[in-house]
């Protein structure tokens, strides 16, 4: 079954809740008070999306997080790699040479095939969208671009 996990659930809408109202800076407290999210789990989420450049962090007596750009250009691919790594269906659909049998494996490239199918979807929803603030089609990052801002965000971790 693919499904995410709850953390990336409660990360969406940590992100959700920033999006609605962008020019304001909130503290991990009113994030965890205004989503009913444990206060902890809150902040560990907020480190996670702040390495992956989701959010930024402003220090001091009138710190808090803002989303690092508009929810309009962070798609939910973003998201689920920020938090989950990329989505792949096999260990095939990661790349060559992540599977022990791929020389003589018939179905692999199906399984890739599938795999950006569902990525491409990914990549075309946004969070606006995702909070229901936007629900007009939206232009976002390139697929191309995303994987390797994903990709940097994983070997920096």
Sequence with gaps: MLRISKLTDYATVILAALAEQPER????????????????????LL???QRAKLVTSTRGL?????????????SAAAI???????LTLTDCAAGQ???????????????????????????????????????????????EREVKAASSVRSSS
């Design 62 to 74: 009138h710190g808090g997080y803002q989303l690092a750009r508009p929810a309009t250009q962070i």
């Design 47 to 49: 480190k996670q999306l």
């Design 80 to 86: 689920l790699d920020a938090l989950e790594g990329p």
């Design 97 to 143: 040479g992540h599977c022990g049998i791929e020389e003589t494996c018939r179905v692999g490239r199906v399984w890739q095939r599938l795999n950006l199918a569902i990525r491409r979807s990914l990549y075309e929803v946004s969070l606006a969208q995702l909070a229901g603030i936007d629900s007009t089609q939206v232009r976002l990052p390139t697929l």
């Design 25 to 44: 800076v909130q503290t991990a407290t009113s994030l965890a008070e205004q989503t009913r999210i444990a206060a902890p789990t809150v902040s560990k």
